[in-house]
Every structure is written in C-alpha cells, then in structure tokens.
C-alpha cells in the first residue's frame, strides 16, 4: 500500500466503500492493491537472480516443438496492438516462464507482462499467432511500472507489475467499473 491512500469514502459513514482519486491502477487501490516488497531481486539456492530473460542465460532455450512467442504481437483489451514480444523470462529455480518482455509499439521502451494474463487463441492454428491481453488498453502498457535493471526484477518490482495488471481488470475502461446489466 503507498505511503497515502488515494482515494475517498464515497459515503459519509463509517465502513463506507472507497474510491479511487488518482490513477487507481498504480495507486494501490481495489483489485491494484500491492504490499511494498524488498526492492531486491529474488534469489537462487546459488545467490543469483531467480527470474532473467532468455538472453543473458546460456543453455536456455524453448523445448522442440514448443511454439516460441517471440516476435508475435500483442493485442489489448480495446483490440489494438501494444506491441511485439521480444523475449521470454524465466524462473531458473522452478523452469518455467514468468514474463514476456514486450517492445511497445511505436516507442523504445519495453515492459514486462506476466504470463498469467496473456490467453493464446488458437495459437499456432489456423495462422492466429497472437498473445492477447484483456486486463489493460494498448496506450496503459506505457504506464506499466518498470525495472530498474534491464536483466532481473526485483520483489518490488513484480508486485507492482502484477497489482497494475490485476487492476486492469476494473479500472482499465470506464464501462468495467460500472454495475453488470443485462441479466
């Protein structure tokens, strides 16, 4: 949780429910909440980062016949491309995949999206060979929080990375936050 919380009651009682008065999805509010971690990498039995991209370890590669996401684009929730996946981190410790870095479109930047909240439709039939994300809006993968370090992520860091994701899921359009109709 940050150091002030940023939002209101939106009732003058007590246990009245809050809301949001900033950015909710970095402002640690509702399903973006986030517990402050040690801003350190996680680490192997051998003292080294548990989670690194495929391009910084030798010997690791994707398994033959697994289909390897790199270079296939990224479509959000409001359908548009975000960018273009450029490789693949891995968990050393348990070997398996726990983000893809994307190179957003149209900039230089790259974040990190955990494969939890990527669905494959159809991946690698009848020629849909995209990753899709329904959490977040292409233009929100800018505000993505960051690592400072371009070959690990901290404790901290993927904390971040997940609320502002999970958050998405409410607060990534205008039309989630409302109540559900039609039932």
Do not use: H
């Amino acid at each position: 949780m940050p150091d002030e919380l940023k939002a209101r009651p939106v009732d003058g009682w007590r246990g009245s429910p809050i809301a949001p008065t900033g950015n909710p999805m970095v402002d640690g509010v509702g399903p973006a909440s986030f517990t402050p971690r040690p801003d350190r990498p996680d680490r192997t039995v051998f003292g080294e980062p548990k989670i690194q991209p495929m391009r910084v370890l030798s010997g690791w590669t994707i398994g033959p016949g697994d289909p390897d996401p790199r270079g296939l684009p990224v479509e959000a929730c409001d359908g548009n491309v975000a960018g273009t996946i450029v490789d693949i981190w891995v968990d050393r410790a348990e070997p398996q995949v726990r983000y893809y870095e994307v190179q957003l479109a149209n900039a230089e930047q790259r974040r990190l999206l955990p494969v939890g909240f990527v669905q494959w439709p159809n991946f690698g039939l009848f020629g849909v060979n995209k990753a899709l994300v329904k959490a977040i809006t292409a233009a929100q993968f800018a505000n993505v929080p960051t690592t400072k370090a371009g070959d690990q992520v901290t404790l901290d860091e993927e904390e971040r990375i997940a609320a502002y994701f999970a958050g998405g899921y409410l607060y990534a359009t205008p039309d989630r936050v409302e109540p559900l109709t039609g039932f």
